[in-house]
């Protein structure tokens, strides 16, 4: 309910809310086992994710794109680019 209503709040606000409710929803799901619902939101999101800046949201983001994909068995290229763009967003904050 709150991913539909986040479209309700501030501007300066919105997009912050909306990543930090993906990334619970994509964990939630990861851990029912739902792994392709789980990468089909964080992906959908993913440029929201990255166009924020911050390091805090968006090294974890792309850890559970990472994760996710691992577990998959497909994607493995994937998995590696998101597992160092999560490293590098912790070197630089």
């Keep these: 309910k709150a991913l539909a209503l986040v479209g309700q709040l501030p501007e300066q606000a919105r997009t912050r809310r909306r990543v930090e409710l993906v990334l619970a929803l994509a ?30 949201l968006t090294g974890p983001y792309r850890f ?13 290229l994937e998995a590696v680019r998101h597992a160092r763009a999560a490293l590098s967003s912790v070197r630089s904050s």
Excluded: K, V
Aim: cysteine-free.
């Design 27 to 56: 964990r939630s799901l990861y851990f029912m086992g739902r792994f392709h619902e789980s990468i089909a939101l964080l992906s959908e999101h993913e440029p929201e994710a990255s166009a924020l800046a911050d390091p805090g």
């Design 64 to 76: 559970w794109l990472a994760h996710t994909q691992s577990h998959l068995g497909e994607g493995h």
